[in-house]
């Protein structure tokens, strides 16, 4: 009896250790776990404590420094093209134009940013930058460096007015945008003249590009009235030097003005006879300037 | 300065108060009269062809009056006055009446320019938010008829007759 009942202590003594050793861990656990916020999930390794993200306010200034990025970029496009797409004559002086029109307007909505008691924003626009206008310049001079290479378009000159076009385009619906949101009217006048100022540069491109009278009206408008539906001018020469034909731009294309996206094609034909296509949404909240966004001009 | 939340509106007033419907009424008579002005374009000249695309060009901006017109009367209502402003009509009448395609080019790339600054008028003065997104959407297509109507006349060549809003200021 003697010999079961050492047995039953030393049973007893490591059945103690092995509930004790159980217990540290246990407690190690919650301890882990533990914390102010008790619904909270337990948290492994040093990370820092998460935080959340502030409610990012959304004003005229965030608005206005949004258009004035548009402006920037735009700006940082025409450069370009203006270097190394091949402009020349007409086209090269209208882009030229077009680059002392986008300076202007970046003015103004610098200081309409520091009326509404915001900081100028004076970069381009990053969103856009890495979504849209790096890749379109891109297939239209071309970039070695890119994996894998992409080629330069076949007619670069071409390209940069579709650029361009959709560019003017993608202003135009940005100011009809923020004409509802901001809040003085004189504000909202300054917007719509400078939204009307980008949809002249744009069909004066559309001109240029198509030809006249070819880009005066786009068969959709024409066709929307039984009085003008058979008024269709012969469709612009297509004057590409491969395969794929281009897409022809108008100077009129809808009674009113929109908000949806400006869609654009260009780059050389791939091997199935295919153009690059992208289309530049109006700004939406993931585009915005934020207060809280900062950069070195 | 108002904060609103993304994607709404600002704290303006969605519908037009009193003094926006005076400016909106102003706004549709100054359209009607476009729309008969340039029919009076259309009668004088019907009988050409449209080989430098004249006739596309008036027709459809004639169009583009007469809807600009019906949209300022849904904003409206029954204040809307649906007659044309007078002053501006018998002003260009004679200007329009002409079988002349450039001469009437010409006169309307006033009357366009003339619109485009009244409207920029009226929406610095607008407090409702949702009858300044129209007329602005309207006067930005307006801006454009400038620009074709500019070449139209034959001044295709000069960047500043394609660009800049004699009414307006250069831009």
Not at chain 1, 81 to 89: C, I, R, Y
Not at chain 1, 258 to 266: I, R
Request: charged content about 20%.
């Amino acid at each position: 009896m003697s010999g079961s009942s050492d047995a039953n202590s030393r049973l007893s003594r490591r059945r103690l250790f092995e509930l004790g050793g159980t217990g540290a861990v246990l407690a190690a656990v919650l301890a882990a776990c533990g914390g102010d916020d008790g619904a909270a999930p337990g948290r492994v390794g040093f990370a820092p404590t998460a935080s959340d993200l502030p409610d990012p306010e959304v004003d005229d200034a965030v608005y206005l420094r949004t258009l004035s990025s548009l402006e920037q970029s735009i700006l940082a496009i025409y450069a370009r093209l203006q270097s190394d797409a091949g402009l020349d004559g007409p086209a090269a002086e209208a882009l030229a134009r077009f680059a002392d029109g986008h300076e202007s307007a970046a003015a103004t909505l610098g200081q309409l940013t520091g009326d509404a008691g915001g900081e100028a924003y004076e970069c381009p626009n990053p969103w856009y930058e890495e979504r849209y206008f790096g890749s379109t310049l891109d297939r239209i001079l071309g970039n070695d460096e890119a994996m894998p290479p992409v080629p330069p378009s076949d007619d670069s000159a071409r390209d940069a007015l579709a650029f361009a076009y959709a560019l003017e385009s993608l202003s135009v619906s940005s100011y009809l945008r923020f004409v509802e949101l901001v809040t003085p009217p004189a504000v909202r006048a300054q917007l719509a003249q400078l939204g009307a100022e980008a949809a002249r540069r744009a069909a004066t491109t559309a001109l240029y590009h198509s030809g006249v009278p070819e880009g005066y009206v786009s068969p959709e408008l024409l066709a929307l009235n039984p009085a003008t539906e058979g008024l269709q001018v012969e469709a612009p020469a297509d004057t590409t030097t491969d395969e794929a034909a281009i897409t022809p731009l108008y100077a009129l294309t809808d009674r009113f003005a929109q908000l949806g996206a400006a869609s654009l094609e260009v780059g050389a034909a791939d091997d199935a006879g295919l153009r690059y296509t992208t289309a530049f949404e109006t700004p939406a909240e993931n585009a915005y300037i934020y207060r809280s966004l900062t950069c070195s001009a | 300065m108002s904060s609103t939340p993304p994607g709404e509106t600002s704290s303006s007033p969605r519908r037009p108060t009193a003094g926006d419907v005076e400016l909106l009424a102003l706004a549709q008579q100054f359209e009607l009269a476009a729309r008969e002005l340039y029919d009076l374009a259309l009668a004088a000249g019907d009988a050409q062809g449209d080989a430098g695309g004249a006739l596309a060009v008036f027709t459809t901006i004639r169009e583009n009056h007469d809807e600009y017109a019906s949209a300022l009367s849904a904003s409206l209502g029954v204040a809307a006055p649906h007659v044309r402003d007078d002053a501006t009509f018998e002003a260009m009448a004679a200007d329009f009446d002409s079988a002349d395609a450039a001469s009437v080019a010409a006169a309307a790339y006033e009357l366009e320019s003339a619109a485009v600054a009244n409207h920029l008028d009226f929406v610095g003065r607008i407090e409702s938010a949702e009858a300044a997104r129209v007329l602005t959407s309207l006067l930005l297509v307006e801006s454009q008829h400038c620009t074709v109507l500019a070449d139209l006349a034959g001044n295709g060549s000069d960047l500043a007759a394609l660009l800049d809003n004699p009414a307006v200021g250069a831009s």
